[in-house]
T-cell receptor
Framework: QKEVEQDPGPLSVPEGAIVSLNCTYS??????FMWYRQYSRKGPELLMY????GNKEDGRFTAQVDKSSKYISLFIRDSQPSDSATYLC????????????FGPGTRLSVLP | GAVVSQHPSRVICKSGTSVKIECRSL??????MFWYRQFPKQSLMLMAT?????????EQGVEKDKFLINHASLTLSTLTVTSAHPEDSSFYIC???????????FGPGTRLTVL
């Protein structure tokens, strides 16, 4: 079992839809969780950064962490064609010396 | 968020030559920088972790003599692909970790094509 699992997609939704992107993980020590957006041929861009459980909202994006289920989500409201990209989750433990572990990414297409 | 730059953004070279890629954190000091490789439609593959002033830690299967990493200052790390071959053609991305919470910020990537 991989440490971090993510459905690779592609996920296609119509413009304006609510998108739900998810990752599951196996290491209960993970405490820091990040979501990145990566456009084709570009470096990943940090979208959301959360610590431990709970929700965090930033504009159209909401990150949710459920540590009891080892499950994190990124919700995108009112999705736009410009949201079409690959979304990567990443996480690590409290041990600052450890690297983040990345999921394989989910490809999202928002159709106009 | 913090800004990380990479140079060059694209490089084409002949087989057997060496290529240097620079990664800079522009508005913060990064004690740790990471180098990744990404093949088309695949996820990021961590190559090595470098801490300022010390030797890089390479992931299993990554040849340290082929991929030379130098982290000379808190804002600059370089990756040199020595004696490049066509199979080294890939998208190379660096990231830098800020202090405190430890967020990682990525550079825009460098596309290497070895003919």
């Amino acid at each position: 079992q991989k440490e971090v699992e993510q459905d690779p997609g592609p996920l296609s939704v119509p413009e304006g839809a609510i998108v739900s992107l998810n990752c599951t993980y196996s290491n209960s020590a993970f405490q820091y969780f990040m979501w990145y957006r990566q456009y084709s041929r570009k470096g990943p861009e940090l979208l959301m950064y959360t610590y431990s459980s709970g929700n965090k909202e930033d504009g159209r994006f909401t990150a949710q962490v459920d540590k009891s289920s080892k499950y994190i989500s990124l919700f995108i409201r009112d999705s736009q064609p410009s949201d079409s990209a690959t979304y990567l989750c990443a996480m690590r433990s409290e041990n600052y010396g450890q690297n983040f572990v990345f999921g394989p990414g989910t490809r999202l297409s928002v159709l106009p | 968020g913090a800004v990380v730059s990479q140079h060059p953004s694209r490089v084409i070279c002949k087989s057997g030559t060496s290529v240097k890629i620079e990664c800079r954190s522009l508005d913060f000091q990064a004690t740790t920088m990471f180098w990744y490789r990404q093949f088309p439609k695949q996820s990021l593959m961590l190559m090595a972790t470098s801490n300022e002033g010390s030797k890089a830690t390479y992931e299993q299967g990554v040849e340290k003599d082929k991929f030379l990493i130098n982290h000379a200052s808190l804002t600059l790390s370089t990756l040199t692909v020595t004696s490049a071959h066509p199979e080294d053609s890939s998208f190379y991305i660096c990231s830098a970790r800020a202090g405190g919470g430890g967020e990682q910020f990525f550079g825009p990537g460098t596309r290497l094509t070895v003919l």
